[in-house]
T-cell receptor, first 110, second 112 residues
Framework: GENVEQHPSTLSVQEGDSAVIKCTYS??????FPWYKQELGKRPQLIID?????GEKKDQRIAVTLNKTAKHFSLHITETQPEDSAVYFC?????????FGPGTRLSVLP | SQTIHQWPATLVQPVGSPLSLECTVE??????LYWYRQAAGRGLQLLFY??????ISSEVPQNLSASRPQDRQFILSSKKLLLSDSGFYLC???????????FGDGTRLSIL
C-alpha cells in the first residue's frame, strides 16, 4: 500500500522568510496530492492541491511542486506570517485510497 | 458545497461506557466517508472508510466499529471504551477520485 513520508517534522522560520515542506510517496499509481493546514484544536483545511498532470501550482504565497519520476512533492510558503503557524499535512491519493503524511509543525517567529 | 457535520464537539466518558459519534453530510450524494482519530500532537490515523451504504472497511483492529445506515450518515461506535480511545475524532467526506477530503469540526473525546 501507499506510504507517505514528510519532512521536517518541525520547522521554525522568521516572519517574512520562506518555508518548505517535502513529502515522498511510494505508490506510483497515486495521482492526487493535497496539502492541509490544521490550527490547534481545529479541523484540517485544504490549502492547495495538485494533480499528476501538472508539475507546479501557485496560489498567492503558497505553491506546490510535484516530481512524479522521483515521487516527491513539496509545499512552499513565501513571506511567512505568524498566522501561517500550524501543522501541515500532505497526502497522496488514488481513488478512495487517501494516505496522509505524519505532519509538519510550522512556527513563524515574529 | 459539501459540508460535514459532527457532534458533539466535546465528550467526556468513563472507561467501559458505550460510544456513539454521528457524522452527517450535506451536498452531493454518494460520498466516500472516513473516520480518523488524532492523538494530541500527532497525525491522522484512519479508522474506517465507507464507499456506500452498509459498506465499511476497517483499517485498524480495535474495539471501535462503524456503520453507514444512510448515504449521508456515518456512525462510529463502541460497546466499551478504553482509556486509549481518547483523542480527537474527525469525520471526512470525499466526492469522487482526485478530489480533496473535507473534514468536519471533530469531536474531542476524553476517557476518565
Amino acid at each position: 500500500g501507499e506510504n507517505v513520508e514528510q519532512h521536517p517534522s518541525t520547522l521554525s522560520v522568521q516572519e517574512g522568510d520562506s518555508a518548505v515542506i517535502k513529502c515522498t510517496y511510494s505508490d506510483s499509481a497515486s495521482n492526487y496530492f493535497p496539502w492541509y493546514k490544521q490550527e490547534l484544536g481545529k479541523r484540517p483545511q485544504l490549502i492547495i492541491d495538485i494533480r499528476s498532470n501538472v508539475g507546479e501550482k501557485k496560489d498567492q504565497r503558497i505553491a506546490v511542486t510535484l516530481n512524479k519520476t522521483a515521487k516527491h512533492f513539496s509545499l512552499h510558503i513565501t513571506e511567512t506570517q505568524p498566522e501561517d503557524s500550524a501543522v501541515y499535512f500532505c497526502a497522496a491519493s488514488y481513488g478512495q485510497n487517501f494516505v496522509f503524511g505524519p505532519g509538519t509543525r510550522l512556527s513563524v517567529l515574529p | 458545497s459539501q459540508t460535514i457535520h459532527q457532534w458533539p464537539a466535546t465528550l467526556v466518558q468513563p472507561v467501559g461506557s458505550p460510544l456513539s459519534l454521528e457524522c452527517t453530510v450535506e451536498g452531493t450524494s454518494n460520498p466516500n466517508l472516513y473516520w480518523y482519530r488524532q492523538a494530541a500532537g500527532r497525525g491522522l490515523q484512519l479508522l474506517f472508510y465507507s464507499v456506500g451504504i452498509g459498506q465499511i472497511s476497517s483499517e485498524v483492529p480495535q474495539n471501535l466499529s462503524a456503520s453507514r445506515p444512510q448515504d449521508r450518515q456515518f456512525i462510529l461506535s463502541s460497546k466499551k471504551l478504553l482509556l486509549s480511545d481518547s483523542g480527537f475524532y474527525l469525520c471526512a467526506g470525499e466526492w469522487g477520485g482526485n478530489q480533496p477530503q473535507h473534514f468536519g469540526d471533530g469531536t474531542r473525546l476524553s476517557i476518565l
